[in-house]
């Protein structure tokens, strides 16, 4: 795999590394390499998301999703999920003050992956006409 954007470059190696270099365009010295395990790209893809975010502001405006939360019985009253990032990388899914879910950006992948297959089940089942159901 390689892709290029701007003066930047993203490409394997051999040993399954990754690598990402700039075009200095400089006779003295080299072009500037950085080599990231497989294991760290994760963090430092959330590292890079999360420098953009600061620049743009968008830590301030965490927009929150209604929900419900039945831990309290089945008058559950209705709750705001808000979703961020914490200092450490982890993805915080937040119901309210006491309350919150802590997830690797990897397992956040796969519940985004479960999620779209229940979104389109469920939009396929209330699409379907009254004689299917």
Known sequence: MKRKMHSVQVETDREGNIQLSQELHDLNDPDPIITVSPDQAG?????????AGSIRGDN?????????????????ELEEL????NNSGMIILSI?????????PAM??????????????????????????
């Open 43 to 51: 963090l430092l893809a959330s590292w890079l998301i999360e420098a």
């Open 60 to 76: 301030e405006a965490i927009e929150s999703i209604p929900v419900k939360f039945f831990s309290r019985g089945p008058e559950a």
């Open 82 to 85: 808000k979703v961020y990032n």
């Open 96 to 104: 309210d003050e006491d309350t919150y879910i802590e997830v690797s």
């Open 108 to 133: 956040a992948k796969r519940m985004r992956d479960q999620l779209s297959k229940a979104i389109s089940l469920a939009f396929t089942d209330m699409l379907r006409g009254d004689d299917e159901v």
